[in-house]
């Protein structure tokens, strides 16, 4: 594998040993993809940030490298973490978790993340057409490749760090002119008037993550309003919850999009996006959870004009990340009125609902569905403007 | 006398003459301790437990048993990435296994074990697979130096 002279010097150890240890970590990582050299990343998004999921030993081990001087040397945004850290009394967060939160939050910050809390990172730091990325989460990766054109491999959490540290990702797949080209094809045709009569935008990335499982598909014949950003945030969310996949080639969307001939051809049809709506159909909920991916400011401003003058009849608990917030501060103050609870920092997933006394959500987010049905929630899956109505009809 | 099977006794005699495997060296360092041979990926994430180096998840041919100070053989990590973390944890607690072995690592395992200092070889040869019923439970050494691996089953009686 091919090392400049730059990194030769890094990996020995002469810029430092928290600098060497990161280099040492993704280089290994290059040799087993087999990656010839590694690529510099003009942006890092680190995930596993929640204290459940590092526990005392992550928060320790990036307080070491916070203490042994290592920064991130690229702009780097972070994922959600466990809770809301001003409404973390309301979460009902006891002092231990939120004090090894905060020293999570502390050495990430001390290294020079921006701490963002927050899975959109397109929103905050939008990369351009061709920049090479590395960032963890899937749905950003599902994001920036499929709808930017930005090139980011769905890098491990933890991997992430490192990355961000040595600002180099190993240049293999998502990176490279092969690894974007189209393996499957996924016609829509047969679902298209299913899901432009039901809004089952998440549900269909669901299936077409299901059924492709790995490779990159091109997906054609897709539903009119796809292309709306909050129907390709929930469809592409989805497809990374049911699929290792990090880009879909999606039709009027993708600008790498373009015809090819020889791929395997897979139809989708009703009944299978039928069972995947059939296997989070709970039948009553305590609670609508919504931002999965977190809510822009656009959604909430639409969310705040579509429950302006009405109360809500069921708890309805909404996430986003605090730049969101701040950008739709009005429509913020509307929804509360509204009875809305609203959240940043955090989400359904690596937040604690059970904590908020919920125990069966209805969602219109497929990725947060398979996630919370694993974690022991009852799930209803439906779109945003279906449970909207039975919201405010109670 | 007793009749011993036709492939047992074929296994024996390949087991009587293999005492090492070679591989690639990933992560460097020596550890020892017994083998535990599964034919399935493991999730370290939700699937072992963080505190104990317990196998937890259910279903898997592993399930309950406890990986701490074994040189644990495996094909590849699968699921969460956040799984790396769950390596350094279970490093920092004294209740990671002392080697592993992987027939392909994936960067899960790869992360964990170098922010653990767990050392790490892929691709063993011969392949440990088709002797694992009489691999589990011998006591063997696993070396990483640069770039290779070796595997070495302690001598009988050891």
Known sequence: MYLSQEEMEILNGERGEGLALAMEAVVKVAEVLRAPKLVKVSSAHISGVSYRNLGEEGAEFLEELASKGVRFSVPTTVNPAGFDLEAYGEMKVGEEEYELQMRIVRALTSMGARVTLNCTPYLINPPSFGEHLAWAESNAVLYANSVIGARTNREGGPLSVLEAIVGRAPYVGLHTDEGRAPTVLVDASRVRDFVERSGAFSALGYLVGAVSKVGVPLFVNGPRNLGLPENLRLFLAAVGASSSIGMVLVEGVSPEFKRAEGLEQITLEEGDLRSVLERWSSEDFDAVVLGCPHLSPGELAELATRLKGFKVRKRFLVFTSRWSAARAAEAIAALKSSGVEVYMDTCMVVGNLFALGIRRCATDSAKAAYYLSNQGYQVLLAPRDALLKATLEG | ?158
Request: charged share 20%.
């Open chain 2, 1 to 158: 006398m007793e009749r011993v099977p036709f492939k047992l006794l074929n296994a024996t005699a390949v087991v009587a003459h293999v005492t090492a495997f070679l591989g690639r060296g990933l992560v460097r360092g020596r550890g020892c301790g017994p083998l535990v041979v599964s034919e399935e990926p493991i999730s370290f994430y939700g699937g072992v437990d963080p505190s104990t180096g317990m196998i937890v998840e259910r279903g898997h041919e592993l399930y309950g048993r406890v990986i701490a100070g074994t040189i644990l053989v495996f094909p590849y990590g699968k699921g969460s990435t956040v799984g790396s973390y769950t390596l350094l944890r279970l490093a920092r607690r004294g209740k990671a296994p002392a080697g592993i072995v992987n027939m392909e690592s994936e960067p899960i395992v790869v992360t964990g074990c170098l922010l653990g200092g767990i050392p790490l070889m892929d691709n063993p040869h011969p392949n440990p697979f088709k002797l694992k019923h009489f691999l589990n439970g011998l006591k063997a050494e696993l070396s990483v130096e640069e770039g290779s691996g070796l595997l070495r089953l302690a001598p009988r009686g050891f």
